[in-house]
């Protein structure tokens, strides 16, 4: 299963550096992580301030 971004989101970007597959891209009020692209690995959860990425 793929990471999904939670609502909790503040667009701050950090998480998008952080994915080893540009997984990950800024949506208009949160970022979205590809389905396709994502290996599951956490490390945007880890980059994260407010534990908006969880396990889908
Ligand atoms: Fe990218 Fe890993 Fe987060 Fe998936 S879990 S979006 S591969 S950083
Ligand atoms: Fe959103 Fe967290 Fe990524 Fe920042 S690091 S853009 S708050 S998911």
Redo the contacts with the bound molecule.
Sequence with gaps: M??VIKDECINCGA?IE????E??TAGDDKHV?DPEK????????GACPVDA?VEG
């Design positions: 793929a990471y998480c952080e994915c080893p597959v997984a990950i992580i994502c290996i599951d690995c956490g490390a945007c959860a990425p």
